[in-house]
């Protein structure tokens, strides 16, 4: 009796201690209903219009409050009973560590690793990335309400991979503005979540970096120096396209503005861009905010003005809401006391922040009464959700090289494989940067000795690969084993933010490895490369010894299941590169520093991506095979379009060549095209059907894209399977090109569409 007494005693105590650590993890809010000094505030009711609020919180903060919001660590107002928030927490490919917003531990020890989003751009699939965004949105809402994390994520990183030697691009959704754009708006719509209600946000996701941003740390100019000259047409029809669709079609809550200077203004302080163009061109419906310390670089390190009262007075005018830093905090109200800032500048900042708070319920009390607010721990590292980073890894996977079908292997012909490569064990190396702590992992070689016995040597101590030290352990293990799988490529001391690449080969002697391995083997050799950004590998992709190539970027936490499924064909790989495949050569002639994206024969200049490069290429950009073979056909498409101008329109019927879009009735101008795609090869598999337009040989073919991508599509096909796919091109915003002035235009005449092996020709005509 006396045992069962204390067993109930301790139990009671264990469950006043676990009920006190619960409510101690859950954080404090703003608006509690059992605060009667806060309960009644007009800011603090829900039933209030939006605007309403935010004019009433505004309006009850001194000065000095103010501009300690305006910063990422904003202060609390304890008399308002407002708490302190961070502002900045991170969600590129799942819930990061990077930033002061989230910290992982206690019941919430990681987050589930998607691929990095070059590796995910590569799956074509837009309704996997929203899927993924669903997904991290969960687990950051979930970490939220356990006092973990913040709402407001700072991803995705939309930039164009202009250059191939960019230490971020592995960051990005890879060269293609159309792409770029369509992965910012899916992503984004998934993380902002559209099932809370009203404009209500699951989180607020932000578009970054806006603009040109695209050099960290190149030949001795770094980010925080380099002022990128960019001409209207560039900006217009590649650097800007991302950011505008991703506030005007994904309704994006921020935009982050970048560290250098676009025409000698930085981005941050230049009113055109901000002001101008973001929220008054494109109607954002939520905040800007800088990159970390962008207001005291451009006072810092480019001495854009005389003092730093002047950076804040003029970052705010332009358009600037809120400073990833202290800057603002410590200099806005001394510029509004020597006059360069009026009080209602800084009022404007904080409505559009406050606002953004009010969307995720951060003024309406008990947070577990609102939407997402029963997400907890077991909602995070889901088996659903691990699962769903494995497929996003197999779809992400390009064959680049597949001669004489070497892939898949079968475990039954290759009952031994030897795993060789600085990458063949990697954990850290498959998540990229940005990321936070995974669920777990699974490394290549686990993967593959799921399917078969493996023999691993590493081959180079690390992707360096200074010397040849284990060199010959690694061939020996090569002619042992009835197939060889070599896993090379880079890393993040390669490729990361403020680390630019210096060239495009395997860094160090890793080639001399691959070589010496494959000429050993006495079964098929298989190279798979983890990279960010492209490698030349034109002599693996020459080398008879070499039966296949596949690239699988930074494959995330299942990447190492992912790849064997792929090399055993438990999944049949339907990738494509989202970027071009550049020889060595190419850099040659090619700064960084020069953002043309056009070639220019008087100046040797090759341009970039391939809407502009006319040269040799390792592989082409959508380059991608697959175990099975896709046919498609044309079925339905018209030979004639009109597109019809407006009837108060300017344009000179005498200039019918290039319609500018303002004199055009663009806003429903699709034009259709209903495609058969067939499978005639003996596996089932994934397809992605990309279709790109040529303009006519004189619609400024002199500055337009030699082709440009206008839509994609994923279909899944059973062997032998035959779809009907209908496409939708949207004339003036793809069949559109950009002139000299920045002016968009549809040149008429005939376009040339490309899907796959089929073409067909479309004349457009204005009437």
């Avoid at 676990?18 to 039933?47: G, H, N, Q, W, Y």
């Avoid at 390792?618 to 079925?635: A, D, M, Q």
């Amino acid at each position: 009796m006396r045992r069962n007494i204390i067993n109930v005693y301790f139990s009671s105590i264990l469950l006043l201690l676990i009920t006190v650590a619960t409510s101690a993890s859950r954080p404090p809010f703003a608006c509690d209903p059992k605060d009667s000094a806060t309960k009644e505030l007009a800011f603090c009711r829900t039933d209030f219009g939006t605007a309403d609020r935010v004019k009433d919180l505004i309006g009850r903060l001194t000065l000095q409050e103010k501009v300690r919001l305006l910063v990422n660590n904003a202060a609390a107002v304890p008399r308002l009973g407002i708490m302190g928030y961070e502002w900045w927490s991170e969600a590129l490919h799942g819930v990061s560590n990077v930033g002061p917003g989230t910290r992982f531990g206690g019941q919430f020890p990681g987050a589930t690793s998607f691929p990095q989003v070059i590796t995910t751009a590569a799956s074509f699939n837009e309704s996997l990335w929203e899927e993924i965004g669903k997904v991290v949105s969960d687990e950051g809402r979930a970490m939220y309400n356990g006092g973990a994390a913040g709402l407001t994520y700072w991803s995705p990183n939309v930039n164009i991979l202009r250059d191939p030697r960019w230490g971020r691009g592995q960051e990005t959704p890879g060269e293609d503005p159309v792409v770029a754009g369509k992965y910012a708006t899916r992503y984004v719509r998934g993380l902002q979540g559209s099932d809370g209600g009203g404009d209500r946000l699951k989180v607020a996701a932000c578009c970054k970096h806006y603009t040109a941003y695209d050099l960290d740390n190149w030949n001795g100019v770094d980010r925080f120096h380099f002022n990128a000259q960019v001409s209207k047409q560039d900006l217009k029809d590649t650097f800007n396209v991302p950011f505008k669709s991703c506030v005007k079609d994904g309704n994006v809550a921020s935009v982050m503005c970048s560290y250098n200077q676009v025409n000698g203004i930085p981005t941050c302080a230049d009113p055109k861009l901000l002001k101008g163009t973001i929220r008054g061109g494109w109607r954002l419906d939520g905040y800007i905010v800088s990159d970390c310390d962008s207001v005291g670089v451009l006072f810092d390190n480019q001495h854009y003005t005389r003092t730093p009262e002047e950076a804040a007075a003029v970052s705010i005018k332009a358009g600037l809401d809120l400073d990833c830093g202290p800057f603002l905090a410590v200099h806005t109200e001394n510029a509004v006391q020597r006059g360069l800032l009026n009080e209602s500048d800084i009022d404007g900042a904080l409505s559009n922040t406050v606002r953004v708070q009010m969307r995720l319920g951060m003024f309406d009390g008990e947070p577990s009464a609102q939407p997402y607010g029963k997400l907890g721990p077991e909602d995070v590292c889901t088996s659903s959700h691990q699962e769903l980073a494995l497929e996003a890894a197999r779809q992400g996977i390009v064959l680049l090289k597949n001669d004489g079908n070497a892939l898949p292997l079968s475990p039954q012909r290759h009952s031994s494989v030897a795993v060789i490569g600085p990458n063949s064990d990697a954990t850290a190396t498959m998540i990229g940067n940005y990321a936070g702590v995974p669920c777990g992992y699974t490394t290549p070689l686990q993967g593959i000795g799921k399917y078969t016995s493996t023999i691993h040597r590493v081959g180079c101590a690390n992707v360096s690969c200074a010397n040849d030290a284990l060199f010959n352990e690694a061939v020996d293990a090569a002619r042992q084993a009835d197939a060889t799988v070599l896993v090379m490529g880079l890393d993040q001391s390669i490729e990361a933010e403020f680390l630019d690449r210096e060239g495009l080969l395997l860094p160090g002697r890793q080639q001399e490895l691959v070589s010496k391995v494959a000429s050993a083997s006495k079964g098929p050799t298989v190279l798979v490369l983890m990279s960010g950004g492209p490698v030349d590998v034109s002599f693996a992709q020459n080398d008879d010894k070499i039966g296949a190539i596949i690239w699988v970027g930074y494959p995330g936490q299942a990447g190492g299941a992912a790849i064997a499924d792929v090399l055993f064909g438990t999944h049949n790989p339907g990738g494509k590169l989202p970027m071009t495949w550049y020889p060595q050569d190419y850099l040659n002639n090619l700064p960084m520093t020069t953002m043309d994206m056009r070639s220019d024969p008087w100046r040797n200049y090759p341009g970039r991506t391939y809407r502009f490069y006319k040269g040799p290429v390792v592989y082409p950009f959508g380059h991608g095979l697959s175990y099975t073979r896709f046919v498609h056909t044309v079925v339905d498409a018209p030979a004639v379009f009109t597109v019809p101008l407006h009837p108060n329109g300017t344009a000179p019927l005498s200039n019918m060549k290039l319609v500018r879009t303002s004199h055009a009735q663009c806003k429903k101008l699709f034009l259709g095209v209903n495609m058969d795609v067939e499978n005639t090869g003996s596996r089932g598999g994934s397809h992605t059907l990309l279709v790109y337009s040529a303009p006519p040989s004189d619609g400024g073919r002199h500055w337009a894209p030699q082709r440009q991508l206008v839509a994609f599509e994923k279909v899944s096909l059973p062997a032998g399977g035959r779809q009907r796919v209908a496409v939708k091109i949207h004339v003036c915003r793809q069949m559109s090109v950009v002139d000299e002035s920045g002016i968009r235009r549809v040149p008429m005449g005939e376009h040339s569409l490309y899907i796959g092996d089929a073409r067909h020709v479309v004349s457009l005509e204005a009437r």
